[in-house]
């Protein structure tokens, strides 16, 4: 009778986790110049598109939390070009959970989901995670092996306001340039000099 009773307070204890553990139905993701649905299977297990994705953007333990810990402990000091997974997790309501992703940060790609997020009651833990096989998973999936554009930290394109800028600069040099050899040609001559008009004969 001891053990039975046992037995059903593991059971209870149970549930939750069991609950928790269910992944996302989809992941949507998007960034520069790129859009891409997946779906995901059962409970993200490897071994599908969608659930190689879950695992290699370290969806699991950013949402929930994990022992041991895998997340990184700081940011990663050289980012890329951002993409965002939109993770559609089914339930009582359907959550919809962001993870960015850094496909071409130096030392590999890595991802970083936001805490506070609400997911099954509770909130996602959050953090940053880096995975070897990530790139690998989104370049089977289309993403270009390279980074399309040259981009700040935070997946902002610096290359069209880089090109506006050095635009803007030669015209500005080309009318320097003009307004100085004008300049110069109606300036009087330094080799000739004008006598006084009480001096002349």
Do not use: C
Not at 36 to 50: H, Q, R, Y
Not at 156 to 167: I, K, N, R, V
């Amino acid at each position: 009778m001891f053990r039975l009773r046992i037995a059903i307070v593991l059971a209870a204890l149970a549930l939750p986790a069991a609950a928790l553990a269910k992944g996302p139905s989809e992941g949507t993701i998007s960034g520069p110049g790129f859009l891409k649905t997946v779906k995901v299977l059962n409970d993200g297990s490897p071994g599908t598109a969608g659930g190689d994705l879950t695992q290699t953007a370290g969806f699991f333990p950013a949402a929930f939390g994990q022992s041991p810990d895998p997340l990184l402990h700081r940011k990663p000091a050289v980012l890329s070009p951002r993409y965002t997974i939109v993770w559609t997790v089914p339930g009582n309501d359907s959550h919809r959970i962001r993870q960015f992703v850094y496909p071409y940060a130096k030392g590999g790609a890595v991802t970083y989901m936001k805490p506070g997020q609400p997911i099954f009651g509770m909130t996602t833990q959050g953090g940053w995670y880096r995975d070897a096989g990530l790139k690998r998973t989104l370049v089977r999936l289309g993403l270009p092996a390279k980074a399309p554009s040259v981009a700040s930290s935070d997946g902002t394109s610096w290359t069209l306001p880089a090109g506006l800028a050095a635009a803007v600069l030669a015209v500005v040099a080309a009318v320097l340039l003009f307004w100085h050899r004008q300049r110069g040609q109606r300036s009087p001559s330094t080799s000739s000099t004008e006598l006084p008009a009480g001096s002349r004969t």
